[in-house]
């Protein structure tokens, strides 16, 4: 038997991991009963199922801001999920917790988002109102349950209940948008509030850094407008002369990451003493969010989000491809519900099991790339028209 195998590192977290953290040894298990990994534990095990899946390729073609032709550089779905794990692992280890629980949860975070962002979100939840809605954690969990077909033995991906636990409580600002704290939301452990605000923390600075990129944020309005911002910049022109402006968005960006790095952590440090949290029962147990921005972060973090609600996210430039986007999904929604027997086999077999036909319809568009609902898109309506 090699020496670093599931039971090394299984008592390496009891060792070195903090008492309220989340121990791989002690999960609440799968909901299919499946034989131990002799080398990963069950959480690392978790990790590579969810990397390997086809949802998770996938989101290298579906939007974050800027839909995947528009530039080579800008944030996909993929490349923000890759981003929050490395911010939710740096987190978690600041605080003595379960980094692979945190990068399972972090890489799985965003399986369910549709096509175009929030934007098809909005356009699913729109034609699925009488029906239940759409909404995109909740059809995360519908993917590595259901979706992910893969196993002879189950259906899904089979994860651990932690996981599971993480993304149906997997909440940021975005949804609420209102209300950066969200004090609403209750999480089932410390490891899943890392991965909330490791989203939220993530998006915020390179949803600005790609706002700048584009042209549609200015760097001088930025120091006028955002306290944020401001800070950065006067820090790094004290630290280095002759920045050019790639240089200077950079360093910002960075000075910003860290700064909420280190407010996040040390505030959730202080709360962990405060509610005295000594066992994973105390987290549980626990009805106030531990792992969160500290009051006065919160305030210009809530400031930053309003800026870039109304400078960006809002912008012609954005919005345009956004209305394009949700018009493509609606008319496909429609066409395939109308015509039915124009879905993949598996779709016609789900809906001959009794799956009803708009959920069926809904959770093949949301599996969809940017890319291919333009190119499915085009198939069906461009060949109409020219047979009509």
């Given at each position: 038997?090699?020496?670093?195998?599931?039971?090394?590192?299984?008592?390496?977290?009891?060792?070195?991991?903090?008492?309220?953290?989340?121990?791989?040894?002690?999960?609440?298990?799968?909901?299919?009963?499946?034989?131990?990994?002799?080398?990963?534990?069950?959480?690392?095990?978790?990790?590579?199922?969810?990397?390997?899946?086809?949802?998770?390729?996938?989101?290298?073609?579906?939007?974050?801001?800027?839909?995947?032709?528009?530039?080579?550089?800008?944030?996909?779905?993929?490349t923000h999920t890759l981003e929050v794990a490395q911010i939710a692992?740096?987190i978690a280890r600041m605080l003595g917790l379960n980094e692979d629980?945190?990068?399972?949860?972090?890489?799985?975070?965003?399986?369910?988002?549709?096509?175009?962002?929030?934007?098809?979100?909005?356009?699913?939840?729109?034609?699925?109102?009488?029906?239940?809605?759409?909404?995109?954690?909740?059809?995360?969990?519908?993917?590595?349950?259901?979706?992910?077909?893969?196993?002879?033995?189950?259906?899904?991906?089979?994860?651990?209940?932690?996981?599971?636990?993480?993304?149906?409580?997997?909440?940021?600002?975005?949804?609420?948008?209102?209300?950066?704290?969200?004090?609403?939301?209750?999480?089932?452990?410390?490891?899943?509030?890392?991965?909330?605000?490791?989203?939220?923390?993530?998006?915020?600075?390179?949803?600005?850094?790609?706002?700048?990129?584009?042209?549609?944020?200015?760097?001088?309005?930025?120091?006028?407008?955002?306290?944020?911002?401001?800070?950065?910049?006067?820090?790094?022109?004290?630290?280095?002369?002759?920045?050019?402006?790639?240089?200077?968005?950079?360093?910002?960006?960075?000075?910003?990451?860290?700064?909420?790095?280190?407010?996040?952590?040390?505030?959730?440090?202080?709360?962990?003493?405060?509610?005295?949290?000594?066992?994973?029962?105390?987290?549980?147990?626990?009805?106030?969010?531990?792992?969160?921005?500290?009051?006065?972060?919160?305030?210009?973090?809530?400031?930053?989000?309003?800026?870039?609600?109304?400078?960006?996210?809002?912008?012609?430039?954005?919005?345009?491809?956004?209305?394009?986007?949700?018009?493509?999904?609606?008319?496909?929604?429609?066409?395939?519900?109308?015509?039915?027997?124009?879905?993949?086999?598996?779709?016609?077999?789900?809906?001959?099991?009794?799956?009803?036909?708009?959920?069926?319809?809904?959770?093949?568009?949301?599996?969809?790339?940017?890319?291919?609902?333009?190119?499915?898109?085009?198939?069906?309506?461009?060949?109409?028209?020219?047979?009509?």
């Amino acid at each position: 038997m090699a020496k670093y195998d599931r039971l090394y590192f299984e008592n390496l977290e009891k060792k070195s991991l903090a008492p309220y953290a989340v121990l791989s040894k002690r999960s609440k298990g799968r909901q299919y009963q499946e034989e131990l990994d002799p080398f990963r534990t069950a959480f690392q095990r978790d990790r590579d199922r969810i990397i390997h899946s086809k949802a998770f390729r996938r989101l290298k073609h579906k939007t974050q801001v800027f839909v995947i032709f528009e530039g080579d550089h800008f944030r996909t779905r993929l490349t923000h999920t890759l981003e929050v794990a490395q911010i939710a692992r740096h987190i978690a280890r600041m605080l003595g917790l379960n980094e692979d629980l945190v990068e399972s949860i972090a890489l799985a975070h965003d399986l369910g988002h549709t096509p175009f962002g929030h934007a098809g979100e909005a356009q699913l939840d729109e034609l699925l109102k009488d029906v239940g809605g759409f909404e995109h954690n909740l059809q995360s969990r519908r993917i590595v349950e259901l979706l992910e077909n893969k196993y002879p033995s189950f259906p899904g991906l089979n994860l651990s209940q932690e996981v599971i636990e993480g993304l149906l409580k997997h909440f940021t600002p975005f949804d609420h948008s209102d209300d950066a704290s969200a004090e609403e939301i209750i999480h089932p452990s410390l490891e899943a509030q890392v991965v909330n605000l490791a989203d939220q923390l993530a998006y915020l600075n390179h949803d600005l850094d790609d706002g700048i990129s584009s042209g549609i944020l200015n760097m001088d309005e930025l120091v006028a407008k955002v306290d944020l911002w401001r800070e950065a910049q006067i820090s790094n022109e004290f630290k280095y002369q002759n920045l050019n402006a790639t240089q200077t968005r950079f360093l910002n960006v960075r000075y910003l990451i860290n700064l909420m790095v280190n407010d996040v952590t040390a505030n959730a440090q202080r709360k962990i003493q405060e509610n005295n949290l000594q066992t994973l029962e105390d987290v549980y147990l626990c009805n106030e969010r531990i792992v969160d921005f500290s009051p006065q972060m919160k305030k210009r973090i809530v400031f930053l989000q309003r800026f870039l609600h109304n400078q960006f996210y809002n912008d012609y430039r954005v919005l345009r491809m956004m209305v394009k986007g949700k018009r493509f999904i609606n008319e496909l929604f429609v066409h395939f519900n109308k015509y039915p027997q124009l879905l993949p086999p598996n779709e016609h077999q789900r809906i001959r099991e009794g799956e009803t036909q708009e959920r069926v319809i809904a959770d093949y568009l949301s599996t969809m790339t940017d890319n291919y609902v333009i190119e499915e898109h085009k198939r069906i309506f461009e060949l109409d028209k020219e047979l009509s």
